[in-house]
């Protein structure tokens, strides 16, 4: 993911995407930054692709929360700005599953692990994370498994 990350910002260099090319670079540094902190633990300087997963969705959040207080303010330059940034780091994320699609996997982990309350949303949420990490909204399907196990 690392590699695809670095030739998507050779690439953008040699057509003059100035904007691909700030937005790239954050993302590479954001990951030099985590390969940094991660040094002297079990993975030594260099994060997973898993890690660079959950990282650019933390980056996408952090946009759409920005898109919210930018549209509050009438700011739609900004708005526009923010947007275009996580069209650019989506690439680098698998296809996001929908919410018909995250219903039915909810459904089939409540089932797999036999939950029955509120109390094994914990469990629920962390199987959810292991197995469709980069590829769920985890915002909506904690809501999701809320309805279910209540409903």
């Not at 670095?6 to 540094?29: D, G, P, Q, W, Y």
């Not at 780091?89 to 296809?95: A, M, S």
Request: glycine residues 6%; hydrophobic residues 40%; neutral net charge.
């Amino acid at each position: 993911m690392r590699e695809n990350i670095k030739n998507a910002l050779k690439t953008a260099m040699v057509n003059k995407e100035a904007h691909k090319i700030s937005t790239l670079r954050l993302i590479l540094a954001a990951i030099k930054d985590r390969d940094i902190a991660s040094r002297g633990t079990e993975k030594d300087g260099q994060i997973t692709d898993e890690d660079i997963m959950q990282l650019l969705q933390s980056m996408i959040k952090q946009r759409k929360d920005s898109i919210s207080a930018y549209e509050k303010g009438g700011r739609q330059d900004l708005v526009d700005n923010e947007q275009e940034e996580i069209n650019i780091i989506q690439e680098f994320l698998p296809k996001q599953m929908d919410e018909a699609e995250t219903e039915a996997v909810v459904k089939e982990t409540i089932k797999a692990i036999g939950a029955s309350s509120l109390k094994d949303m914990g469990a629920i949420m962390a199987k959810l994370r292991e197995q469709y990490a980069g590829r769920m909204d985890f915002g909506k399907a904690s809501g999701i498994v809320k309805k279910a196990l209540l409903g």
